[in-house]
């Protein structure tokens, strides 16, 4: 047998075809369009994630693709490149059930970095092949962390003190205070950030996997895997915290969550530990901004308050700019969703200004979930983990709930304990869900520790109690009659709303506002100010006014729904109809469980969700019956209840026929369901999921909807587990069968038919199947001896790929097995950062850098211009707005294209770029050109060859407020 090689030959036509595949995959390839076009067939790929991209083609194919690419290989280059990906680089994945005598390849590919950092990824390439040949040729130890995660300290420079100016600034903001302190303080009772700090652990939001409409089943099993992973292993904060340090290329860090879920606290934790490790944090509230840019806010008003002068040097300056170059400087930015933007615009804003110098400073932020996630985000890419809950899962015996009550109740451990046993019990889980978010849990022992009454059943009701609370404990220095409370109450609530229907002000008040719509009760705003329900937080950098906000904009929120006393008003815009906006979300919910109002307003609320007709297709009247579904969380008593959760677990779980196939309803809707069916009512939604299992008959709509109820909103729920029982029991397939059986043992540990089921796949005659089945048994009952025997006999099977999975396999479940370490150390050592850069990777800025991207963008134009067919007009628009998103010609070609019918992956392709890159100003246009792909009348949503320009429309309509969609929808001329 020849002698395997990793030299510069091997080197040089894997890194060829590395290049090649990913220029393919990512359109991004120069060669001739028509013969592209004709291998596009061919070769087929899917972007799983921007890391993870899957194959499909024959060998002959990809030497035709390395001909166009002016890189020719042959076969055996080829296939000798694809080897070292796999038992070399360990990057390939091989997904073919039998590889001998097979011409087809089916594969995934892992990258490094995402795919459009085509550079980066080439570097890494390089890197990662030359270290793990010299490992092959003089193997030396890897050094190991130290066990406390600290990092060495970088050295502070000479000149300025940029360390001690961060520090200072930092103090001067009081970020080591709990941002409860400001309602506690006059008391005399305030904490530290670590007097209550429990570590919740961050969970990693993953990028939604993409589907394709024509593959209807696939979809309902990668929706049944998505249930099955939505547990995620949390990360430690010290591991977090170690990771990001390591990083050698600008983060770009994304902290998420609802009101008070502990974002601003972590983002504290980070400052103090950036300055432990003598960075440079600066901490920045972006509802201070006021509409100046982020480079100007730090080069000018925070540089000015840092060094305290009136004049901002322009040596210091040039020397902050250096820093950041440098990689010391952190941007901490606070609240997204505080800017005077709406949702999506602030993340745009945001996205914008990292440019320049400033793609070279590390990002941090902060923002509520429902923002980040409200249509198109221009920051996807940065990566996002939100706060775990305080969770009633013991990790040493005590929850994290029960660890703050402790500590908060620390000199009256009795009456902690009373509120302990008062959340235990079973009525109040409504209550004590909302209190694993760690604000409503801290002025809930708060309020407790004074009114010591029983326990609300709504989100509305316990904000009242905060508030009644509040006035409790400050009636001794500043004491309220109930006449004043009332109309302070109602003052606030105006104020909180005026506010709100101001997209231009939202969360930061200026004095001049505050004294216009409180013109009549200006004397209630001293009283305000001592209770702390609002508080100065800065002065304007442009008129010098002084700048007031409420305590938390969830209090806000509270206030203004409060004041709305006609449901009618969530129909009125201001610009857009608040039902759409997602800054009204939580005001719409706070409305709905207010125990004083009016039951028939709130039925006719919901019964105007339902009922909601929008003219243009459905997509603001199913996004209406979402938000109707998460109101029954605070109205559950409503008797349009079932009709709404009939609909949703539709969307959700159900499909639609399509030339005899079920078909999965669109992406867009099943999303929105199933965050839906999480938000609502829990009682509610397992009754409507009980009787789902019951009626209906579907495989894949039976299987997800059973670990939905048993693994999500009902841990051990009888009848799901007895609904995947009977699945295990009646399929014949082999692959559905362990999956299943895989789920059934993770609802209900230790289920016989869970495991009687593992052992007979034991015996399959597939290779992979059998490894499969093995780990999953070895996992779910550790040393099984049948597991182990299983994955041992594999060590030996002649497939090289299939043993060193199960030798990978056998490692995880038996860590010292003497036949997995010795196959193990005969393979190739896998990287323990394949995602980071092994060394730093300062991305060079030339100062011609600007001048040359402008040539190339005229020169796209002039090719855009003369270009004689539409494929190349097709290529030329793409690159453009890859330049240059929302360039009006190359945007506009794009559109044209789709007006015709085109290829499924050419439509898929457009898609994929307008979403990407439509300005709103663009989205009316888009709606026009697209609307005569649907019915006149009725909804959208029909499955058929418009599923993909159905997903830019529902793009458009997150963006876009619902008169000016209804206005572009209306325009159109449908055919």
Not at 289 to 302: K, N
Not at 442 to 459: D, E, F, I, M, N
Not at 642 to 669: I, K
Not at 930 to 955: C, I, N, T, V
Request: glycine share 6%; with cysteine; net charge neutral.
């Amino acid at each position: 047998m020849a002698r395997v090689s990793y030299g510069p030959e091997v080197k040089r036509r894997s890194h060829q075809l590395f290049g090649a595949l990913l220029d393919y995959a990512s359109d991004e390839l120069d060669c001739d369009e028509r013969a592209l076009e004709t291998l596009r067939p061919q070769i087929q790929t899917h972007w799983q994630t921007e890391q993870r991209l899957v194959v499909r083609t024959k060998l002959r194919f990809l030497v035709t693709l390395t001909h166009l690419a002016a890189a020719p290989l042959s076969g055996p280059q080829i296939k000798e490149a694809l080897s070292r990906w796999q038992d070399f680089l360990d990057i390939l994945e091989d997904n073919r059930p039998h590889r001998s005598g097979s011409e087809v390849w089916h594969f995934t590919l892992r990258l490094w970095h995402p795919r459009r950092d085509r550079a980066a990824n080439l570097r890494r390439f390089e890197a990662e092949w030359d270290q793990r040949r010299a490992q092959r040729t003089a193997p030396r130890p890897v050094p190991e962390l130290p066990t406390d995660c600290q990092l060495p300290r970088e050295p502070v420079p000479e000149g300025l003190d940029w360390w001690q100016l961060c520090r200072a600034s930092l103090e001067a903001q009081q970020l080591q205070r709990l941002t409860t302190n400001l309602l506690t303080m006059s008391d005399g009772l305030t904490f530290e950030v670590e007097d209550l700090y429990v570590p919740l652990g961050l969970l990693k939001r993953q990028h939604q996997p993409r589907w394709d409409d024509d593959d209807g089943t696939r979809r309902d099993r990668l929706l049944t895997d998505l249930e099955e992973s939505e547990a995620t292993q949390p990360v430690a904060i010290a591991d977090f915290l170690a990771q990001m340090g390591a990083a050698s290329e600008p983060q770009r860090i994304a902290i998420v969550g609802e009101p008070g879920a502990g974002k601003t606290t972590l983002l504290q934790r980070v400052a103090l530990w950036l300055l432990e490790r003598r960075s440079l944090p600066i901490w920045v509230s972006l509802a201070d901004l006021q509409g100046v840019s982020l480079e100007t806010y730090v080069l000018q008003e925070w540089l000015r308050q840092a060094t305290r002068c009136f004049q901002v040097d322009p040596a210091h300056q040039a020397d902050l700019v250096a820093q950041g170059r440098s990689g010391r400087l952190w941007l901490l930015l606070d609240a997204v969703d505080e800017m005077a933007l709406d949702g999506g615009a602030a993340l745009g804003a945001i996205a914008r200004q990292l440019r320049g110098w400033m793609a070279d400073v590390h990002i941090v932020l902060t923002c509520r979930l429902n923002v980040w996630d409200s249509g198109h985000n221009p920051l996807d890419t940065f990566e996002t983990y939100c706060n775990g809950p305080l969770s009633d899962a013991p990790d040493s015996g005590e929850s994290l709930r029960s660890q703050v009550i402790a500590r908060w109740f620390q000199g009256q451990p009795d009456l902690g304990q009373q509120l302990q046993r008062e959340l235990d019990r079973p009525e109040r889980w409504s209550i004590k869900a909302a209190v694993k978010n760690p604000l409503r849990l801290a002025l809930l022992c708060r309020s407790w520790s004074l009114l010591r009454g029983s326990l609300p059943s709504t989100k509305a009701s316990l904000y009242g109690q905060f508030v009644e609370a509040l006035y409790a404990w400050k009636q001794d220095r500043f004491p309220t009659d109930p006449a004043q409370r009332h109309q302070l109450n109602q003052a606030l609530g105006r104020l909180a709303l005026a506010a709100l229907r101001r997209p231009d002000l939202r969360f930061r008040l200026p004095s001049a506002f505050l004294q216009q719509v409180l013109a009549e009760d200006l004397a209630l705003l001293p009283l305000a100010l001592q209770l702390g329900w609002l508080n100065q937080v800065g002065v304007s950098a442009t008129s010098g006014e002084k700048i007031y906000a409420f305590y938390h904009p969830t209090f806000q929120e509270y206030f203004a729904a409060q004041a709305i006393a006609d449901w009618r008003d969530f129909w009125r815009p201001c610009p857009e109809l608040p039902i759409f906006s997602p800054a009204w979300r939580e005001v719409i919910l706070l409305w709905m469980g207010r125990p004083e109002g009016a039951i028939a307003d709130k039925e006719a609320f919901l019964a105007a969700l339902c009922q909601f007709e929008d003219g243009c297709g459905g997509f603001y009247g199913g996004r209406a019956q979402l938000l109707g579904v998460a109101a029954l969380a605070e109205f559950p008593q409503a008797a349009q209840a079932s009709v709404l959760l009939d609909q949703l677990l539709e969307w959700r779980f159900g499909g639609q026929a399509c030339e005899g196939r079920r078909q999965p309803y669109p992406v867009p809707l099943v999303d929105g369901a199933r965050s839906a069916l999480c938000q609502t009512d829990r009682a509610l939604a397992i009754a409507a999921l009980e009787a789902f299992l019951v009626r209906t008959d579907h495989l894949y709509a039976r299987w997800n909807a059973a670990c939905t109820l048993g693994k999500t909103l009902d841990p051990g729920n009888a009848r799901a587990i007895a609904t995947l029982e009977q699945l295990c029991a009646s399929l014949r397939a082999e692959p559905l069968r362990l999956q299943i059986a895989d789920s059934l043992a993770k609802l209900d540990p230790g289920n016989a038919t869970a495991l009687e089921t593992l052992q007979q796949l034991l015996t399959s005659p597939q290779g992979r199947l059998r490894r499969r089945a093995a780990y999953c048994l070895g996992k779910l009952w550790p040393d099984h001896p049948a597991a182990i025997a299983t994955l041992e006999t594999l060590l030996t099977d002649g497939d090289r790929a299939l043993a060193l999975q199960a030798a990978k396999s056998l490692q995880a479940l038996v860590p010292e097995h003497p036949q997995a370490q010795t196959f193990l150390l005969s393979s190739p050592p896998k990287s323990s950062e394949r995602d980071r850069p092994t060394q730093r990777q300062r991305r060079s800025r030339p100062l011609s850098a600007e001048a040359a991207q402008q040539r190339k963008l005229q020169a796209l134009e002039t090719r855009l211009a003369t270009a004689p067919d539409p494929h190349q007009r097709q290529r030329a628009a793409i690159h453009l707005c890859r330049l240059q998103p929302g360039h009006p010609e190359a945007v506009q070609t794009l559109l044209d294209l789709l007006r015709s019918p085109l290829p499924d992956p050419q439509t898929k392709r457009i898609v994929e770029v307008l979403r990407a890159v439509l300005t709103p100003a663009q989205m009316a246009s888009a709606v026009q050109v697209l609307r005569p792909w649907f019915p006149e009348s009725g909804p959208a949503y029909q499955p058929g060859p418009a599923g993909d320009r159905y997903k830019l429309l529902w793009h458009c309509a997150q963006n876009l407020p619902h008169a000016d969609f209804q206005r572009a929808w209306a325009g159109a001329n449908p055919t």
